[in-house]
């Protein structure tokens, strides 16, 4: 009768840095458990695939043990860029047994892969906007070696893999902790204000460390990604050509902050252009794909929120505002978070919060 309900830790595996994190509901209020980063050397990921799992294992089990969680089960995902998303129509009556008979008839249409190498999974989204009579569902396959090598990587840290998500998702569930404070100044979301918020579109940013994602939403739910190639690393490497330094010494001196006077016109700006051109391009491809022109907003998550007057560039090139990913802000935080650090890291816990959060939903 007095069960709680169970919850897991949200592990964030991308090329640069193993993030961690455990959250809990307080009431009406969520509170951050726990949370840790653990930074990865480089060359550990080639195209979406663990070089290195020990090593991996090695950086998650430091980030567990620095968080100071008590959890072993938890949730990975993968990244969007490395699984097959595909949007397709139904009759309307399907349910989810005759959804599952059409998607094992039809999958070779849509996944260039044999059935028996990948893991295939669905969601009904709802009714179509063009017809009353079908719904939409959501088909998300990935290649069994690239799952199962995040599996394996959690079970040899010590951990018991329950989920195996898709960074898009994971970035809904922080995205929903984000739409209040962005459109309605942190009034609750009650039915008015959910209406609204579905005719709103987001471009939420994700720079990591070699390339930049482009989702955008329309209200809570993702409807476009796109990869452009650009991501944290090209700074690193600019610093270093810039100062004749080693990769390493670039990475600290970005760290400490100890950078000539010249590096932010010389260095930072040229970098911030660029990555406002390439959000731009993928901007091109979204509304050249749908009945839209423009977004309402954007969100830097990922490593580009941790780059200094990022956000202001993108603002002045897309003409919309822009600001940081923070979900936290209204979080409590348990005694043994350090809550500037937090704070300071925010968005770099973007997928790992989308992560924990699932199992305060389940």
């Known amino acids: 009768m007095f069960k709680t309900k169970e919850r897991f830790l949200g592990v964030d595996i991308s090329p640069s840095a193993v993030k961690v994190m455990e959250v809990s509901r307080k009431g009406k209020r969520l509170q951050v458990e726990a949370c840790a980063i653990e930074s990865l050397p480089e060359g550990i990921f080639e195209d979406f695939k663990l070089n290195d799992i020990d090593q991996v294992a090695t950086a998650l089990k430091q980030a567990v043990k620095t968080s100071g969680t008590r959890l072993r089960k938890a949730a990975v995902a993968m990244p969007t860029a490395g699984v097959i998303m595909r949007t397709l129509t139904m009759p309307i009556e399907y349910g989810e047994t005759e959804i599952e008979d059409a998607i094992q008839i039809d999958a070779a249409q849509y996944i260039p892969f044999p059935i028996d190498d990948i893991y295939l999974d669905f969601e009904p989204r709802g009714a179509s906007r063009g017809s009353r009579d079908s719904q939409d569902v959501m088909i998300v396959a990935a290649r069994r070696e690239l799952v199962d090598l995040r599996r394996e990587v959690l079970e040899e840290a010590g951990l018991k893999c329950l989920i195996v998500d898709v960074e898009t998702y994971s970035l809904e569930n922080t995205f929903r902790l984000l ?184």
């Open 179 to 362: 739409a209040s404070e962005l459109y309605f100044s942190g009034d609750d979301m009650d039915d008015d204000n959910i209406s609204r918020l579905n005719t709103i579109r987001t471009a939420v940013v994700d720079v990591g460390a070699y390339t930049s994602s482009l989702y955008v939403f329309q209200g809570e739910r993702v409807m476009f990604t796109r990869d452009q190639p650009i991501g944290c690393s090209m700074l690193t490497q600019a610093i270093a050509d810039t100062y004749e330094l080693s990769r390493d010494q670039a990475k600290l001196a970005q760290r400490t902050s100890d950078l000539p006077s010249d590096y932010e016109p010389s260095v930072l700006e040229p970098f911030r252009q660029s990555v406002a051109e390439q959000l731009s391009n993928a901007l091109q491809f979204y509304y050249s794909s749908g009945n839209y022109n423009s977004v309402d907003g954007i969100v830097l998550v990922g490593g580009g929120g941790m780059i200094e007057g990022l956000e202001r560039t993108l603002s002045a090139r897309i003409g919309v505002p822009a600001t940081v990913c923070n979900p936290f802000s209204t979080f409590a935080t348990a005694k043994r978070v350090n809550r500037h650090g937090l704070m300071r890291d925010a968005s770099l816990y973007a997928v790992a919060c989308g992560l924990a959060m699932r199992s305060l939903d389940r």
